[in-house]
């Protein structure tokens, strides 16, 4: 979900991972989510900005490249991968082009039953990614601090079509918040490669904001 509070933050600035067919997925730690030091996934995003009473509709276009830079200890004394994500977000208009630039660091841990996710180095909060192994219709709360938002395993056999190839049989992941029914954000996972494609949308009385972003290619040791 963190990625997508990121994801609307960037607009309010401008406007207000082939899986199995089992229903229950590996229990490897690398099938969803293949971490070694020196992997890279780039991404293509595509999306819209629409407003309600306006004509005109914001494009939005730009990049993501998520690295496994290499890995550190966190204070308790457990290993973590460190996550860098550099995203490059085009809003275009009829009359202006608006580019912003954020670099994100995250924290990735893998207990065998969870993948966790931490900001830092030294907190004990963290985002429960995902459990393993991966299990249709599982459902849990990624954050406690955000107990509205749940994240649901809604399929095993998703298709994704992205400029990296075709995928099929893949693991997507839904979050949602109860109370905000028409938000939100989707995760496809294919076994072996990870992250495939995720997307991010979200309407209200002011508008709908959707955002796509597509495995270009990838490098996976």
């Not at 998520?66 to 204070?75: D, L, N, S």
């Amino acid at each position: 979900m963190r990625k997508l509070i990121a994801f609307l933050a960037v607009i309010s600035l401008f406007t207000v991972f082939g899986c199995g067919s089992s229903s229950t997925g590996p229990s490897g730690n690398d099938d969803y989510l293949p971490m070694a030091v020196g992997n890279q996934w780039n991404y293509s995003l595509s999306g819209y900005v629409s407003t309600i009473g306006s004509a005109d509709t914001t494009v939005l276009s730009g990049s993501n490249v998520t690295q496994v830079i290499g890995t550190t200890t966190h204070q308790q004394g457990f290993e973590l991968y460190t996550i860098k994500d550099s995203l490059i977000t085009i809003m275009t208009t009829p009359d202006t082009v608006f580019t912003h630039t954020t670099v994100t660091m995250n924290y990735a841990h893998n207990t065998d039953s969870e993948w966790r996710m931490y900001d830092d180095t030294t907190s004990t909060d963290y985002e429960l990614f995902m459990k393993l192994p991966v299990t249709l219709d599982d459902t849990w709360i990624p954050d406690t601090s955000e107990p509205t938002i749940s994240r649901t395993v809604i399929s095993l056999s998703a298709s994704v079509s992205v400029p990296a190839g075709s995928y099929t049989n893949c693991a997507n992941l839904r979050d949602t918040d109860s109370t905000e029914p028409d938000l939100y954000f989707d995760l496809f996972l294919s076994r072996g490669t990870g992250a495939v494609k995720y997307l991010a949308h979200a309407t209200d009385l002011n508008g709908t904001v959707h955002m796509a972003y597509d495995l270009t290619n990838s490098t996976i040791n």
